[in-house]
């Protein structure tokens, strides 16, 4: 027959205690450490995952995908806007309002004949 009784520690047994509690102590907070970074990780690829099929979901829906393309900016004399189109096809990607300071530029070039305020 056995049983659990209480046993005194020697200082060297204290002692080694100590060493093995601050050794796993370690360990404790490094695996802590991976975990947040695993789950950083996993929530990223969760977000990057989630943003690719709202927006393959976006295409499928609209029929219509955004790209990056070079535009230019056309204004032909005595219009009072710009037209923007695409570089590669001539396509219209839309039309703004020249601002004011372009609409100056346009009627007094960069002579000093502009008005003045008051």
Same mark, same amino acid.
């Given at each position: 027959?056995?049983? &659990? /009784? $209480?046993?005194?520690? @020697?200082? =060297?047994?204290?002692?080694?205690?100590?060493?093995?509690?601050?050794?796993?102590?370690?360990?404790?907070?490094?695996? +802590?450490?991976? $975990?947040?970074s695993? &789950?950083?990780? #996993?929530?990223? +690829?969760?977000?990057?995952?989630?943003?690719? #099929?709202?927006?393959?979901?976006?295409?499928?829906? @609209?029929?219509f995908?955004?790209?990056? /393309?070079?535009?230019?900016? &056309?204004?032909?004399?005595?219009?009072?806007?710009? +037209? &923007?189109?695409?570089?590669d096809?001539?396509?219209?990607?839309? @039309? %703004? =309002?020249?601002?004011?300071? %372009? $609409?100056?530029?346009?009627?007094?070039?960069?002579?000093?004949? +502009?008005?003045?305020?008051?």
């Open positions: 027959m056995t049983e &659990i /009784v $209480r046993d005194k520690l @020697t200082q =060297a047994e204290i002692l080694q205690a100590g060493e093995e509690l601050a050794a796993i102590e370690k360990e404790l907070q490094a695996a +802590r450490e991976e $975990r947040k695993t &789950i950083a990780s #996993i929530a990223a +690829r969760m977000n990057a995952a989630g943003k690719r #099929i709202q927006e393959l979901a976006d295409q499928i829906q @609209t029929g995908r955004s790209v990056e /393309v070079e535009v230019l900016r &056309i204004v032909k004399p005595g219009e009072d806007h710009a +037209r &923007i189109i695409r570089a096809t001539n396509e219209l990607v839309r @039309t %703004e =309002a020249l601002t004011w300071p %372009e $609409r100056q530029e346009r009627l007094f070039g960069d002579s000093d004949e +502009r008005p003045g305020p008051g």
